[in-house]
């Protein structure tokens, strides 16, 4: 009888404490999301199902959480096999081959077709220095507020890059609070987009974009990877695996190589970083009022970065003989591509006949660029 | 704690040089793709200069995605073993 009562003490049930049973219910509501909405769901389903493992109450001395990665002591049998997937999280392996099938999978056709667009993607990045000073403001150190602020990004990737370089003890809170607000697109953008635009201006219909040639594809990602990481060569690994990644699927040459950076392994690296990050949000390291801090200024990264593409694109508008749409300018925050679907369906709200996504793109991909590069300067900066 | 230090505020701002940071950093993002943009407007300038170098486009496709092309004889072989057959069958009858 004692060894049935020994037992029962060792069941999830006996230790479940109430921070575990919140991070559960968190789990499952990620997971109807994905399911239900259909927000994000590559990334929030194996996050949410995260969520839940990495919940589950057990004792000590079996080795089973993300943390559990031998570095206590104790041999072999002390690492657990989630703290052998957690470890691509951890030494930042899983970003850069993401952005490998990223690059595999973007056609930068209309960027190249309209060179003025690229700007947007660099305004789009003041919500990263903004939500820096932020939480400066809010008394984190110089590195852990380096890798708050790269949520602004809007790139989840990057985030987790940035934040296992400067601040790993933040890692769970940064990269879920990076992957929610990318699903929560949708929802964040459109009222900071109309609130910052009048009806006229989310009329305007740009001209279809120029025909690129395929010299022109093909040479783009070589100059464009050498002038960003000569500039800042803390984005060699992100932006060496995007540009790779691109001139695999634009040299006509390698398209199996092509095929399997954006179909297999992307999938394969999104299960195994989603689940890794979900499993590490164990209730004891993530529910802190730090983590809450995190979360408000993601949001609020997230519309300044909204806020800055856009009004960035009413300015360029004082200036261009042919108008854009200022509305393109809230898909240069880099979540790729739901902010650019975000900027067609706005303007398709008010003129059904117009077509902004190919014209949204461009900003797009360019701020994927721009928060590589914002990571790269905030990593060389601040690193030690 | 996570919080090491006992600066808040704009006093934390300046102690960890924020401000420099923030306006440097997005320096640098700005005139990594300012650079970005001006290359790509001059490249299909460039590349029209240099037309009479560089290989025609077509060929060169065609010379590195041998696959495409045999597809096409392919489908005018059997294009041709069909017409054959047919018009053998209607000699027969």
Known sequence: MQILYDFLETTGFYMMERGNAAMIIIGIVFITLAIMKDYEPLLLLPIGFGIIVGNIPFIQSMALSVYDDGSQGGGPMSVSVLSMIYAGVKYGLFPPLIFLGIGAMTDFSTMLSNPKLVLLGAAAQIGVFLTFLGALALGFDAKQSGAIGIIGGADGPTAIFLASRLAENLLGPIAIAAYSYMALVPVIQPPIMKLLTTRKERLIRMKAPRTVSKREKIIFPIVAFLICTLIAPGALVLLGMLFFGNLLKESGVTERLAQTARTGMIDIVTILLGFAVGASTKAQYFLRAESMMIFALGAASFAVATAGGVLFAKLMNLFLKEKINPLIGAAGVSAVPDSARVVQMVGQQEDPQNFLLMHAMAPNVAGVIGSAVAAGVLWSVLAE | ?93
């Open chain 2, 1 to 93: 704690m996570i919080f090491a230090q006992q600066y808040y505020g704009f006093q934390n701002i300046t102690e960890n040089e924020g401000i420099g940071i923030s306006i440097t950093g997005i320096s640098i993002v700005f005139a990594a793709l300012i650079l970005i943009s001006l290359f790509i407007a001059s490249l299909p300038r460039v590349l029209a200069l240099l037309e009479s170098v560089l290989p025609p486009e077509a060929e060169h496709l065609a010379a590195t995605a041998p696959g495409a092309k045999r597809k096409d004889h392919d489908e005018a072989v059997v294009a041709a073993i069909g017409f054959a057959l047919h018009a053998r069958h209607r000699t027969k009858k």
